[in-house]
Every structure is written in C-alpha cells, then in structure tokens.
C-alpha cells in the first residue's frame, strides 16, 4: 500500500509498516480484534526467531512499526502473549476434535483425523510458542490455564485409544503410553519443521498419521495390494 | 557422615552439605571429577527443579554448601552447565548405539535396544537438560557442539532404520520421518515423567519400544500366542 498513511486517532499508535492493520486503510468495526491478531503474529514471529527470552516488548513494537503503549494496548505482557500464541495455535486442534466428535467412522479413523489436525497446528507459526507455553515461563496462573488446555487434548486422545481399542480399529494399547508418544512426536514438529521445508505441513501431517498407524513392525501386505 | 569436616585445602572451598564430594574424607585422585560432577548434578536438580532462566550459579552453589567462586572453579558459566548436563545423559544413548553396533541381530532388535537406551536416558535425571539445550539458551559455539551430538543420534536412528527395512525386520518407512517421529516420542518423556511415578524408567521404555513397534492399527494375533 505505498499511499500516504493517516495517523490512527487511536492513542500510542505511530507510523505503520506497509500491510500491518494499522494502516489507515483498515479501520473498521473488527479493527481492535485485528490489531491485536497482529500484535500476537508479530510476537510468534519474533519467539521463533530469537527465542521468547531473547525479545523484548520493544522488538515486537518495532516489528510492526508502534510504539510499546501501543503493544501495551492489546495485551497485559508478553506472558499474555506466549499465551494468546498458544490459544491461536490450539484453535486447529479443537476443530479437529469437533470434527472426529460429529463423525460416526470408527475411533482410529477420528483419532487420524485429529492427529493430522494436531500435525498441521504444531507445523503452522504458532507451533514453537505451543510446545514452548508449558514451561517455566508462565506465571501460575496462566500455566494452569495451559496445563488444563492441555490436558483436555491428552484425554481426548486417551478417549479415542479407548474406542478405539473397544471398536477393534486399535490394537491393544495402553492408552496413557500411546497418547503420550503420539503428542511427543505431534509436538517435536515444532523442533524441525520450518515452513521453507520441501514437505508442506499437509504432507507431514500425513507421514506421521501413517507412521502411527504402522509402527515399526512390517505388517502383512493386503492382498488387494498385491492385486494392484 | 557425622564425623566434623576439615576444611579442604582447595582454593575457594567451602562447608559442604552431608554426603557431597566436599567431604574432607573423599579428597582422592578423582576428587577433581567427582566434584565436577556433583556441580552438573546439581545444577541438573536446580534446572529441572525451577527451570534454567530461573536458577543462578548462586543456587547451584548453595545446593551444594559451597561458594560460587568454587562452582567457577569447575565450569566457566552456566551455559557449560547445561552443556555439561546434556552430555551426562547422552552417555546412556552412546551406550546403547555401541551395543547395537557389537550386535548381529536383526536391525529391528538392534533399534529397539537404542530405544530401550534412550527411553531411560531421559526418563533420567538429565532427560529435561538433555532436552532443553537445544535452544537459544546455549550461545553459537556450545550450541553448534550439541547440534553436532544430536545430529549423530539422530543419524544412527536413520540408519538403523534403512537396516531394518533392508534386512526386512522393519516395515517400509520414511527413515527421516520416522526417526523425528521417534526422538519426538522420546524427548518428550521429559515432559512428563518424574521418578516418583508409579512406572520404572525401565517399563517407560519398554512401553515406548511396544508401541513404537506395534503402532495403533490393529495386528494379527500370532498362532503361538493363541496357543499359549
């Protein structure tokens, strides 16, 4: 947008770069909500970049061209941030559930569909700041908020192993132990996947649903394959 | 050990807690060693305890009854700390690689004995350090050497895996998926297991190992099983 910008009525706003919201263009009703979905990308994107001890509010502010009161604006701290980086990312999961919820297809087909959902959440920019919002980081009380966020999916996972198991689509498995390894390896995505990688997250999605599926142990080939 | 301490000639020595290396009694050849190993070992419980961000060298030293001066005495900075942690439980792994080298069963069974190694590597009390000193907590030159280390594991696993679908003991697999999904599944027992759970480090790991061999999909019972 190389137009000339106005400068928002809104108080702390400065000069914006080029795209962000706060360019004059984007004031509408939906504008504070924008705003501050920006404040929370610019934020995921500085964690990733540098790790959330190494930036500061100050970095943040001048990733998007404002002045920290502005930043201050949207949220409390960069604690909230870590956190609203962490709900952002968790929204691909919850509709993967809801999804698996509605479904009426055996328990191991629902449970691939939230593990490819999970997959895509921990590829996505919001995954490091996801595996990251466990930690020493938070205060107790976002913590627990995180903590509780988090146990909600593991006993959604534990709950499909469990159908799974009695429906006969999952082999005999300690539910625990599976749920455990599988957001193990959901999670560690964020520990090497970038998005300039040749897989795309649909396709690493994919790999993992297939490797959890299949496990190490070669399995006998279907004869409709042998067909084919 | 009841009986009063001497203060130990070494420079910067101070009054040791009961039971630590700063004992007067245990100045040996090794005392050097066994000191600097109580150091990562306490640094270890601190880390684990309150997080890296969160403990000083100051904490470190009060753990172990002695002053700061001493623990620089045995590491330059907190960071080789970290270091230094994460090398103690990479032992574990390097052990199990060099038995699975030794061995002339089938890759499969030479996999899993790494699995088994590197399950209880960081169900130990170096797996959380072992885990976090991948990030921007370690400057360039010590974070490139755990880079490097950890580049060897995972390369290991891969070959082990390429073996076994070689030598027909593992099922057709993407090796370098495979290998992330695995070392996600096992990292991330650090994120969960503590030494007061109700599971061993030694059943940890070998439910990791059965579920990461049998993956969820339902297989055949096997004849003798069936007999038994």
Redesign the interface.
Known sequence: MPEARKRSAQPHDAVASDGSPWSARRRQPRDHDMKRDAVVRAATKAFND??Y??TSLDDIAAALGVTKPTVYYYVANKEQLLFECFRAGLQRIREAFREAERSDRPA?ER?SRVVRGYAQAIASEYGWCMVRA????LGPAMGAQINALKSEIDQGIRRL?RE?VAD???????PK??A??????????A??YREDQPMSAEE?AE??AT??????????VPAAALRG
Chains 1, 2 share one sequence.
């Open positions: 540098r790790g001890h190494n191991r449970l466990h930690e020493h980081d192993l799974g006969g689509s999952i082999g005999p498995c300690d132990i599976a455990f390894a599988m957001a193990g390896a959901l999670n560690w995505i520990h090497w690493v790999a993992f490797f959890l599926e299949n496990g190490l142990l070669p399995r006998p």
